[in-house]
């Protein structure tokens, strides 16, 4: 396949997966909006909630706003609210004082697992619906991205860098 034929295949491969978030998001768009609505958590503070479940350890405020793109005056008033409302814990480094190191509390993790299993839910509801064949091709065609060896949802080093 030529340079024309890979940019109008990333391009219809880009186009048809960005339709189908979209279509999927829009299914539980109002359930989860009225559920964040009634818990006062900002975007924000979800943000840095869900990078700390992601993590198999407390992260550092530097971190933190590394990956979810804040800036750290930000990302720090946002983790002072978030450690007020009891869903983080922020304690000092062991092996340097200065750092901080912030996790998730019991109360945001449970926080967590209801909005993921809203998500879940909403998937697999999706997902029923589809007729058998339909399922069947959509899981053949997720799982070598998935289960590759190769993390596909890593960015290359030079497009972190770039990013940040």
Do not use: W, Y
């Not at 340079?3 to 186009?15: K, L, T």
């Not at 993790?109 to 399922?135: C, N, S, W, Y």
């Amino acid at each position: 396949m030529g340079f024309r034929g890979a940019d109008e295949s990333v391009s219809a491969a880009s186009s048809a997966l960005n339709a189908f978030l979209d279509r999927l998001t829009s299914l539980s768009r109002p359930e989860a909006l009225e559920s964040l609505a009634s818990t006062d958590i900002t975007f924000s503070q979800l943000r840095i909630l869900s990078a700390l479940g992601c993590q198999a350890g407390p992260m550092s405020v530097n971190a933190i706003a590394d990956q979810v793109q804040l800036s750290l005056a930000a990302a720090g008033r946002t983790v002072d609210k978030l450690v007020g409302g009891g869903l983080v814990d922020r304690r000092e480094d062991p092996s340097d004082r200065r750092v901080k190191r912030i996790s998730l509390t019991d109360a945001g993790m449970r926080f967590l697992e209801t909005h993921l299993a809203m998500k879940h839910g909403t998937i697999q509801d999706f997902v029923a619906r589809l007729p058998a064949e339909l399922r069947d091709n959509l899981c053949t065609a997720l799982r070598p991205i998935v289960d590759d060896e190769v993390d596909h949802f890593r960015l290359p080093a030079e497009t972190r860098h770039r990013a940040s």
